[in-house]
């Protein structure tokens, strides 16, 4: 029976190499069904009933459920044993939590300013309150995936996931309190409701505790059954990321194949395009700025653009569910960050090439 092991584990990792080499184009499949067949996404975006005998009747997001399943995939990825290092040289994961904090403060005003310059009536909120959310989430997990891609500074980039995801009980409901001046009244009350919700739990319970389960998994289990929880986990979590990101789709293109509003659509792109590509820019000055090594640079770089937007797309659904527009932002930075995360890899590894 021994022998049979080792030739699963190849098979598994092929199967997810498999998906990670192609899942870009996944992921615009995933729109394209969005747009083609809403229907089962839509039914999705609502809560649905759970019977459990007589007494418990449970409401489940779906939207919720997947979100925890990539984030415990997450955590289960991390080498937890390789932060020791950073305690060492803590420099470049003290100024990854810094920036990641400090850059909305500088990139959402400007944004805002520009907006409120438009002859839009409400002077740009919907897009700012997006961008609110996007930036008020911790680093995407999946930074880590570009950083082993780019040879960057894994135990950095773990160590920043980690850190930002563990303190975004704190981070996200005072992020998103502080900007509040930026909307006007009705986009004001909405936002302020949802951070009051994130207050409430869902940070902790949408974001830190799947993930907080996913290291203790890798802590406690032996690595032989690791390896093969891994080898059914993540690529069942790749699936459910495309799933979520469908469902997300559902929503926000939906509405607007249903309802075609052009200019809303291009203010969407541009502003996403705009907060993205400042946002990954910042990170990289700030690298120079700091003379950090080249590995350090790219992790820096990566965690400065690369932030959770399924989270904030569920958090839009679950708390702002009138405003299924605001989805349209966030699946445009969805997409962009990684396509500017794989221009960060292909310059780090172009002069090793």
Same mark, same amino acid.
């Not at 979100?67 to 955590?75: K, R, Y």
């Not at 690298?287 to 653009?305: D, K, V």
């Not at 569920?314 to 702002?320: S, Y």
């Not at 299924?324 to 445009?332: E, G, N």
């Given at each position: ?148 891609k780019g040879d960057g500074d894994q135990p950095t980039m773990v160590g920043l996931v980690l850190v930002s995801t563990l303190l975004s009980p704190i981070t996200i409901p005072f992020l998103i309190s502080s900007l509040l001046p930026l909307l006007d009244s009705s986009y004001s009350k909405s936002l302020a409701a949802t951070a009051h919700a994130t207050q409430d ?24 059954? #690791? ?15 495309? #799933? ?26 541009a502003t996403a395009t705009t907060v993205c590509l400042t946002s990954f820019t910042l990170g990289r000055i700030a690298a120079r700025i700091l003379r950090l090594n080249t590995s350090s640079a790219s992790s820096l770089t990566l965690a400065c653009g690369m932030n959770n937007s399924s989270a904030s797309a569920v958090l839009i659904a679950t708390a702002l569910p ?32």
């Amino acid at each position: 029976m021994s022998p049979a092991r080792p030739a699963d584990r190849p098979s598994a990792d092929g199967i997810t190499a498999w998906l990670r080499r192609r899942l870009g184009r996944a992921v615009i499949l995933s729109y394209a069904a969005a747009v083609l067949w809403p229907a089962p996404g839509l039914w999705l975006r609502h809560p649905h009933t759970l019977a459990l005998g007589e007494v418990l009747h449970p409401r489940v997001h779906t939207a919720s459920v997947l979100l925890s399943l990539v984030l415990f995939s997450a955590g289960l990825q991390v080498p937890v044993r390789a932060l020791a290092g950073l305690l060492r040289s803590p420099k470049a994961l003290l100024a990854g939590l810094v920036l990641h904090l400090a850059i909305p403060f500088v990139v959402i005003p400007a944004v805002a300013f520009l907006l409120h310059q438009t002859p839009d009536s409400d002077g740009g909120s919907g897009l700012i309150t997006a961008m609110i959310l996007i930036a008020a989430m911790p680093i995407a997990a999946g930074a880590t995936v570009w950083t082993s891609k780019g040879d960057g500074d894994q135990p950095t980039m773990v160590g920043l996931v980690l850190v930002s995801t563990l303190l975004s009980p704190i981070t996200i409901p005072f992020l998103i309190s502080s900007l509040l001046p930026l909307l006007d009244s009705s986009y004001s009350k909405s936002l302020a409701a949802t951070a009051h919700a994130t207050q409430d739990g869902f940070a902790f319970v949408g974001v830190v505790l799947p993930c907080a389960a996913g290291l203790l998994c890798r802590l406690l289990v032996p690595p032989p059954r #690791v390896d093969r929880l891994l080898a059914v986990v993540v690529p069942t979590a790749l699936g459910g990321s495309l #799933v979520l990101t469908y469902v997300n789709a559902s929503g926000a293109l939906g509405s607007f194949v249903a309802h075609p509003r052009p200019l809303l659509f291009a203010a969407a792109l541009a502003t996403a395009t705009t907060v993205c590509l400042t946002s990954f820019t910042l990170g990289r000055i700030a690298a120079r700025i700091l003379r950090l090594n080249t590995s350090s640079a790219s992790s820096l770089t990566l965690a400065c653009g690369m932030n959770n937007s399924s989270a904030s797309a569920v958090l839009i659904a679950t708390a702002l569910p009138d405003k299924p527009h605001l989805l349209l932002p966030v699946l445009a930075y969805g997409l962009l960050q990684k396509t500017a995360a794989n221009r960060v890899v292909r310059r780090r590894a172009a002069p090793a090439a």
